[in-house]
């Protein structure tokens, strides 16, 4: 709809006029520099909405330890607009909203980041108080329950695990090792593992092995995207015999349901008026069949829909495209 140099190509608002008086409604006015300040940061704040949904979707990583630094991309982009006239009102409603869902922060968000090693519980408690300071949501007395709740679960998977042989293991490589996003690097010097931990045990002191596991300090680089978290409790599971269960048993569960659903819209697509003879078994192959091979391919929960892209982009009347006047 605009020209190489920025303005609105007038073909396109005649060709909309044109539309719009056919259906009685008044024509098209010329957008405002206002009008396109906040589309902008409105196509900002989608934006992050967008990454968040596709990276909570994905089934070829952990996505339990990736829910909370979602969280706090949406805060701070918040915060970032919330003193802007223009966008005030919106921005309000959305932190309202906000704020009925992430008041209470689900327990297996925080399980998620506190057995990821560049974080922990210290971190995972910086991390609520960046949201909390962000939004006015104080998360104290969650922490202190999440705490609890910590230790009660690795006791049960202590007793169940009792028997499992910790054979000695070096320590970790530090080079090789991430940091945690720039947030956590802006944590005090104060505020350290031990500080935290300290407090959790004198009331768990049999749970030495996750005691050892919040006051070690894992040192990183600044490599974050190729670093593994199953590869990383899979190497030192012999160092943290019982806490690597219970981390693997945290970080294989989904936080979205996209995958699920996607499971149930095909069967609709499968079991249709043409095709209502078939039986379980054969619904339950095909699905799988289809499945198998899309893992095969790599395009398991696919979120891109490149014929959406296509008819998207035939919508623009952009001088040299050539898209309408070849159609034309």
């Avoid at 609105?8 to 009008?35: H, I």
């Avoid at 979602?70 to 919106?90: F, G, H, K, W």
């Avoid at 922490?143 to 320590?171: A, C, H, M, Q, W």
Wanted: overall charge negative; proline content about 5%; hydrophobic content about 35%.
């Amino acid at each position: 709809m605009t020209l190489p140099d920025g303005t609105v190509d007038p073909r396109a608002k005649c060709f909309y006029n044109m539309k719009l008086a056919e259906s009685g409604c008044p024509p098209v006015q010329s957008l405002t520099s206002d009008d396109w300040y906040v589309a902008k940061i409105f196509v900002e704040l989608l934006k992050v909405f967008y990454n968040a949904t596709v990276t909570l979707s994905g089934v070829y990583y952990p996505t339990s330890s990736q829910a909370i630094h979602q969280i706090v991309e949406m805060s701070d982009l918040l915060n970032t607009y919330r003193e802007d006239d223009m966008l005030d009102p919106a921005v309000v409603a959305m932190e309202t909203k906000f704020k009925k869902y992430w008041s209470e922060m689900p327990f297996l968000y925080a399980l998620g980041v506190i057995v990821d090693p560049r974080i922990k519980l210290a971190g995972l408690e910086y991390l609520l108080e960046f949201i909390g300071n962000k939004l006015s949501v104080y998360y104290s007395d969650q922490i202190t329950d999440i705490r609890n709740k910590l230790f009660k679960v690795f006791s049960i998977y202590e007793r169940r695990f009792s028997g499992v042989d910790t054979k000695p293991s070096p320590e970790p490589d530090t080079q090789s090792l991430p940091t945690s996003w720039s947030i956590l690097k802006r944590r005090k010097k104060g505020k350290s593992a031990s500080s935290s931990s300290s407090t959790t045990r004198s009331a768990a002191s049999s749970s030495a092995e996750l005691n050892r596991f919040l006051e070690a300090q894992f040192d990183a680089d600044e490599n974050t995207e190729n670093f593994d978290l199953l590869l990383w409790w899979k190497t030192y599971s012999y160092r943290y015999p019982v806490l690597s269960h219970l981390a693997c048993d945290i970080l294989v569960i989904p936080v979205s349901s996209v995958s699920s659903e996607q499971a149930f819209s095909r069967s609709g697509r499968i079991i249709e008026p043409r095709r209502n003879c078939l039986t379980p078994e054969m619904v339950e192959v095909l699905i799988c069949v289809r499945d198998w091979e899309h893992a095969r391919k790599r395009m398991q929960n696919e979120m891109v829909d490149q014929q959406f892209i296509q008819n998207f982009s035939n919508l623009y009347v952009d001088e040299g495209s050539g898209s309408n006047q070849d159609q034309n």
